[in-house]
């Protein structure tokens, strides 16, 4: 008789208006496979209110689902994040199970929660550029890539390398042909319209902009990263 395969539990932390896309990306990748079971983690099983306001259902709560396999947290704009890093059972959560779980994962500014929750300190690590120099304030070496693996560590950056990210996460768990298969499946070949996906090909006209827009976000974030270095992590 042929032993069933492991199945790889697959734990996605989510809160209110993280940025879908940083879900969805790896969550596509991810679930192809029937190794995999993927679960939406929150306080309760009630619908959560995504960035663009499209709800997503729970699955599971902290209380009950314990340690994932692997642990993945999505990123969001500065007032989600604020809102992460504020919310204690979360970050409790993330830190207890990281400190479990065979890898420990995210996209975009879901490294700050990572890093809010001690899981980076003496780490390499990305996140989106516009939050790149904040990561050494958990501790964390700041490394601008689409994806970055430090032991069982990897993040991904800005929101579409959750894309990247999710196949390198793929290949890791399964093999390089599992991972290439999805690909192909999914018809991941990518041709964008514009060469303008990083502040270096965009130029500094348009990064000066989107910083000047972020401003006050990125500010109180940077505030927050400060106070939770310092008082969870004891980083001067």
Not at 76 to 91: F, K, Q, S, V
Not at 180 to 195: G, I, K, M, S, V
Request: aromatic share 6%; net charge negative.
């Amino acid at each position: 008789m042929t032993e069933a395969p492991k199945i790889i539990r697959i734990g996605m932390v989510i809160y209110p208006e993280f940025t879908l896309l940083d879900l969805v990306g790896p969550h596509a990748m991810l679930g192809v496979p029937p190794e995999t079971q993927i679960d939406l983690l929150w306080h309760r099983i009630e619908p959560v209110i995504a960035g663009g306001g499209l709800p997503m259902t729970p699955t599971a709560t902290f209380d009950d689902y314990g340690t994932p396999d692997v642990l993945f947290v999505p990123g969001g704009p500065a007032p989600a994040i604020l809102g992460a890093l504020g919310d204690d059972a979360l970050i409790d959560y993330v830190a207890s199970a990281g400190a479990k779980a065979g890898h420990v994962t995210s996209v975009c500014t879901g490294a700050m929660i990572l890093g809010a929750a001690g899981l980076l300190k003496g780490k390499r690590a990305t996140t989106h550029w516009m939050f790149m120099d904040q990561l050494s304030l958990f501790g964390a070496e700041p490394v601008e890539s689409r994806v970055v693996e430090d032991g069982n560590i990897l993040t991904g950056g800005g929101v579409t390398a959750g894309i990247d990210f999710g196949l390198t996460l793929l290949a890791r768990l399964l093999g390089d042909d599992v991972a290439r298969r999805t690909q192909l499946l999914l018809e991941y070949n990518p041709a964008p319209p514009f060469d303008a996906g990083s502040p270096d090909k965009a130029g500094p006209a348009a990064t000066k902009l989107l910083r000047r827009f972020a401003a006050e976000g990125l500010g109180a974030c940077r505030e927050a990263a400060i106070r939770i270095g310092q008082e969870r992590l004891g980083i001067e």
